[in-house]
């Protein structure tokens, strides 16, 4: 038997955050429990304005601690509960490596003598810790891209596990769907590139763009970019109705972009770019722009299609909205890579290789 502390700054909830960086803790949670039959054992720690705990699943539990202070970034909170809720962890799991809060982790967890793993998601707010080495501390890094673990600067480990979808919630439909549409689910937030898609959209196509608009003025940017076309916003969907729409969908594209609509720039925009898997998991093929991890996701042509440019992406939105054959054969083989490669439990029992040996070493000198 073994417990994890799985440390997320923010958790995935509509009282907190909903995005692939809070859901992809709480899927790997998930995971690290199914894939070891109950064996091992996951406290999902986050913060809020008050103490509390609940039960997630079997064998996970969420534990919020009281935040300090109201932090000026939701990343950088911290908590003076910290010490007590790891303290009966074999190991903790930080996720997002550049934030006070995993800063904290890092001081905590090596002070009790206790392992030491680190995942990014791309949420950098504090270089206090870079300054100094923290990820030093770690005694290994998991990415969920090569894209990723190449931006790493540490002599600590690191093994690239990808995936952390859940493929037995995103199912394909049981029964034949008419899939009517072209699909984005995601944050409407600038680096999502979805500025792009509604340029690139042929105007005889629908498209559904589904997501919180946590920026209005970029929300507002999106609906003037849609005057003239078939764009329609869902921005409070929960899984049930996104399950929904990636099944109905001819694809779903995920367009983030290095240099936004603004002119800013995102160094890494999409260590992974989990709603790809969501549709590929749902049997509907992925459609993402040529940058940072995703086009290690989506297998050019086997599973949906990689672009460079607008113009392609133009070609590859109407190629499938008019090829309903081709749309059930790269969905197809889409479902099959999330099977083998990118479900939780996959990812969950990769994570808990590199866990053991770990908890093991660790067990062995305490002893």
């Avoid at 998601?121 to 090569?146: F, M, P, Q």
């Amino acid at each position: 038997m073994a417990k994890i502390a799985c440390l997320t700054p923010m958790y995935f909830s509509d009282e907190s955050y909903i995005g692939g960086g809070e859901r992809y803790p709480l899927n790997l949670s998930r995971g690290i429990v199914e894939s070891t039959g109950g064996a091992y054992s996951v406290d999902l720690i986050s913060f809020g304005p008050k103490t509390r705990s609940y039960p997630i699943a079997p064998g996970l539990t969420a534990k919020i601690l009281k935040a300090a202070r109201p932090p000026i970034n939701p990343l950088d909170v911290v908590s003076w509960d910290l010490p007590a809720a790891i303290a009966d962890a074999d190991l903790i799991h930080v996720h997002q490596a550049y934030t006070r809060c995993s800063e904290m982790a890092y001081l905590v967890a090596r002070q009790q003598n206790k392992p030491i793993v680190v995942t990014d998601h791309g949420g950098t707010t504090s270089t206090l810790g870079t300054s100094v080495g923290a990820l030093e501390l770690a005694d290994h890094i998991i990415s969920n891209s090569k894209f990723g673990a190449a931006l790493y600067r540490t002599s600590t480990p690191i093994t690239v596990v990808k995936g952390g979808v859940d493929g037995a919630h995103f199912t394909p439909p049981r029964e034949k769907v008419v899939r009517d549409r072209v699909l984005f689910v995601g944050r409407l937030l600038p680096h999502k590139g979805i500025d792009q898609l509604i340029t690139a959209l042929p105007p005889e196509l629908p498209l559904t763009v589904c997501g919180r608009p946590y920026e209005p003025a970029y929300f507002e940017v999106l609906k003037g970019l849609s005057a003239g076309k078939n764009v329609t916003f869902i921005t409070d969907a929960d899984d049930h109705a996104i399950l929904s729409l990636y099944r109905r969908a001819w694809v779903n594209v995920l367009p983030s972009v290095y240099r936004d609509y603004y002119g800013v720039t995102h160094l890494c925009p999409e260590l992974m770019g989990f709603t790809l898997l969501e549709a590929m998991a749902c049997g509907t093929p992925a459609i993402c722009s040529n940058v940072a991890g995703m086009p290690e996701y989506v297998l050019d042509g086997q599973t949906g299609y990689v672009f460079d440019d607008l113009p392609t992406l133009t070609d590859r939105l109407r190629r499938l909205a008019n090829d309903p054959a081709l749309v059930e054969r790269l969905g197809r083989q889409a479902r099959r890579q999330v099977d083998q490669e990118y479900d939780f439990r996959v990812a969950g029992a990769r994570f808990v290789s590199i866990y053991e040996p770990l908890i093991t070493r660790s067990r062995e000198v305490a002893a």
